[in-house]
């Protein structure tokens, strides 16, 4: 996979920043939109397919990205298909940070450091380029304007962007409330980002082996990324450890 194109854990980070402070909205789920747009940046490689509430490994030659790289080389190592709100709930250190210093790597941001309290130190990131970030906020207005379905891309931005609660962050306030649920609404344009979605919602419902609300009584999946029922919980998946932090995270 060739790096002229951002990635989506890039994009939905770029999303994320607030250009004013320099921070993150949304910090905690947002780790785990990271870790779910990592499955739909894998799928939309041909490196993985969903397999009913599962990631199966489908091609495992690697991309070309480290960081997805060392995502697909443990999903390989699981053997078999796991459920996808295991690998999203799973342990995973230093992700955010991970692609703040690739996206500064890159100049897409600038680290500004600075101090909490006057006393702890902390790293905030301005976009050193505003018109990327129009480029992928313009996308979703876009969709969400027209109507008109979008991209399986941008599809799965709007879905995990609406799972870690970026609308109210994107389209503040009682005027913003339709464009939120018209970003809502996109989950349903790309399968695979509508299964990570709602597979996010759940780790954060704390939703395991449960099914979610709105299955059908038989236990089959009632609508996109729904999973089936009954299954008992097993073992979430590790993430890699990328090392000390050079910086604090931004938050």
């Known amino acids: ?4 194109r951002r990635t989506l854990p890039e994009e939905l980070l770029m999303l994320a920043l607030d250009p004013a402070t320099g921070t993150t909205a949304q910090p905690q789920s947002l780790d785990l939109g990271l870790a779910g747009a990592q499955l739909v940046e894998l799928a939309l490689a041909g490196r993985i397919a969903p397999d009913g509430d599962r990631i199966a490994v489908v091609v495992p030659r690697p991309t070309g990205d480290p960081t997805l790289d060392c995502a697909l080389e443990l999903l390989r ?8 709100v295991h690998w999203i709930g799973g342990p995973r250190l230093g992700l955010r940070q991970t692609y703040l210093s690739h996206l ?3 100049g897409m941001v600038a680290a500004v450091p600075g101090q909490m309290c006057g006393v702890l130190p902390t790293t905030r990131y301005q976009a050193t380029d505003t018109t990327i970030s129009r480029e992928i906020r313009g996308r979703l207005d876009s969709a969400i304007r027209t109507g008109v379905p979008p991209d399986p891309r941008t599809a799965a931005l709007a879905a ?9 962050h994107l389209y503040p306030g009682n ?10 609404d996109l989950i349903r344009h790309d399968p695979m980002g509508g299964l990570v979605a709602h597979a996010v919602m ?11 609300r709105g299955q059908a009584s038989g236990g089959r999946p009632s609508g996109p ?4 029922a009954g299954e ?5 998946p590790m993430q890699p450890h990328h090392g000390t932090m050079a910086r604090a995270a931004a938050h």
Do not use: T, W
């Open 160 to 168: 995990l962007a609406h799972a870690v609660g970026l609308g109210k």
């Open 232 to 236: 008992p919980a097993r073992g979430v």
């Open 1 to 4: 996979m060739g790096r002229s």
């Open 104 to 106: 500064e790597r890159c």
């Open 77 to 84: 190592r699981r053997g078999a298909p796991v459920r996808a």
């Open 202 to 212: 759940d780790v954060q419902n704390g939703v395991g082996a449960q099914p979610r």
């Open 225 to 228: 990324g729904a999973r089936a």
């Open 175 to 184: 005027e913003g409330r339709s464009s939120r649920s018209r970003l809502r």
